[in-house]
Structure formats: C-alpha cells, structure tokens
C-alpha cells in the first residue's frame, strides 16, 4: 500500500517537469544560438561579420612556405587571406576540402583571384617538409602556399588559431593519422580573421563569401 506522503511527493515532482523541461530547452536555445554566432552561418550569411567578433582568435606568424622561404602572414597585408590548416596524408578530408578551396578560387574574377591569398598550413610538420607540400599544394589551386615549420612553430599558430590535432596510430596510413579541426578563416587586409567558412559549403558560397570580403 501506498504511504499518502509518496502520493503527495509524486505531484509535486510532476510539477516540476514543465519548469525542468523549460529550463532545458532554454539553456539548449542559448547554446544552440552561441554555436551558431561562434561557427557562422554557411556562406556568412545571417551574422554580423568583422574583426571585432573574433578579437583574440588568429595573429601573426612566420612559418617555411613550400618553396622554402620563410614567409609572415604581414606579407600579405592588403590582400585577403584565407587559411586552412590539415595535412599532406589526409585520406579524405583535406583533399575534399582543398578541391573545394580551389573550387571557388576558380569561380571568383582573375582581378579578384590576385587579391585572395590562399594558405595551407600543416599540422603534421614531421612529415610535410616543403618538399612534401611543394608536390601536394599544386592539386588544388598553382596560387595555394604550403607552410610547414617546427613543432613548436606548428603548435603556437595552432594555438594561437584554436587548431585542434591530435596524432593518431595508424599502420595503414605511413604509421599515424591527424586528427584534425576543419575551416577556414578569412583574414582581411590588415591581418584580422573576419570570417570562418564552415567546409560544407558549396564553391558558389564560398567564393560570395570571399568576394564580400575584397
Ligand atoms: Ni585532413
């Protein structure tokens, strides 16, 4: 048989639902729309883009390019620059997203082409000499730079771009993979990151979201 009190509790647990369920779709609309203003739309379409959303996000360096010139993101001030970092052996990810990378290069106005600048940075600098990138960069777009340099350097650019990769075991892969973030980010003419274009976008919308930024 039942106590009266446990009936009494139970209402007042069933109470509690709607406040509990509220308050989760609340904190779920809340971090669902923070994920949006941090990742952007697709396209950059919908949200206030600029320097200033992204302040402490990106920054200097100097890294070896492919042809083995040490070469500083300064060295593009007043052109736009649009970063990817992956590497050489990626199976599948980093091929798709270069050919996309070079997709939307194509789509864009010759004029407009020499004002972008586009950059691959590696995270697996033990393997991607410049040597190794100088062969892999031509693929994807004759103006696309490979840079490499020490782990350190590898590590503070990363860090200092929110790059997360992680060496993983794999025999079938020249002995490891890379874990790896994808996107890229747009950089303006004075060295800000202004945008992030999410690699589900098509060569169309990513080529409108680089021409918005010329
Ligand atoms: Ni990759």
Same mark, same amino acid.
């Given at each position: 048989?039942?106590?009266?009190?446990?009936?009494?509790?139970?209402?007042?647990?069933?109470?509690?639902?709607?406040?509990?369920?509220?308050?989760? !779709?609340?904190?779920? $609309?809340?971090?669902?729309? @923070?994920?949006?203003? $941090?990742?952007?739309?697709?396209? &950059?379409?919908?949200?206030?883009?600029?320097?200033? !959303?992204?302040? &402490?996000?990106?920054?200097?360096?100097? /890294?070896?390019?492919?042809?083995?010139?040490?070469?500083? #993101?300064?060295?593009?001030?007043?052109?736009?620059?649009? *970063?990817?970092? &992956?590497?050489?052996? %990626?199976?599948?990810? %980093?091929?798709?997203? #270069?050919? #996309? #990378?070079?997709?939307?290069?194509?789509?864009?106005?010759?004029?407009?082409?020499?004002?972008?600048?586009?950059?691959?940075?590696?995270?697996?600098? !033990?393997?991607?000499?410049?040597?190794? @990138?100088?062969?892999?960069?031509?693929?994807? =777009?004759?103006?696309? *730079?490979?840079?490499?340099?020490?782990?350190?350097?590898?590590?503070?650019? +990363?860090?200092?771009? +929110?790059?997360?990769?992680?060496?993983?075991?794999?025999?079938?892969?020249?002995?490891? @993979?890379?874990?790896?973030?994808?996107?890229?980010?747009?950089?303006?003419?004075?060295?800000?990151?202004?945008?992030?274009?999410?690699?589900?976008?098509?060569? +169309?919308?990513?080529? !409108?979201?680089?021409? =918005?930024? /010329?």
């Amino acid at each position: 048989m039942t106590p009266p009190t446990m009936r009494h509790d139970g209402r007042s647990e069933m109470r509690w639902i709607p406040w509990v369920a509220g308050a989760f !779709a609340a904190l779920f $609309l809340i971090a669902l729309s @923070l994920a949006l203003w $941090l990742g952007g739309e697709p396209g &950059g379409g919908g949200r206030a883009t600029g320097a200033t !959303a992204y302040e &402490g996000l990106g920054g200097e360096f100097e /890294l070896t390019s492919h042809e083995g010139e040490r070469i500083a #993101l300064s060295d593009f001030e007043g052109e736009v620059v649009v *970063i990817y970092f &992956g590497y050489a052996y %990626c199976p599948d990810v %980093c091929p798709v997203h #270069l050919t #996309l #990378l070079g997709a939307a290069l194509d789509q864009l106005s010759s004029r407009a082409q020499s004002q972008i600048q586009p950059l691959f940075i590696t995270v697996d600098p !033990a393997r991607d000499t410049p040597e190794m @990138l100088a062969e892999y960069v031509p693929h994807f =777009s004759e103006r696309l *730079i490979g840079l490499t340099g020490t782990d350190e350097e590898i590590a503070a650019v +990363a860090g200092d771009y +929110a790059v997360g990769y992680e060496r993983v075991e794999d025999p079938d892969f020249g002995g490891y @993979l890379m874990n790896h973030s994808s996107i890229f980010y747009v950089i303006n003419r004075q060295g800000q990151i202004v945008d992030l274009i999410r690699p589900d976008v098509t060569p +169309a919308q990513m080529a !409108a979201t680089l021409r =918005s930024h /010329l």
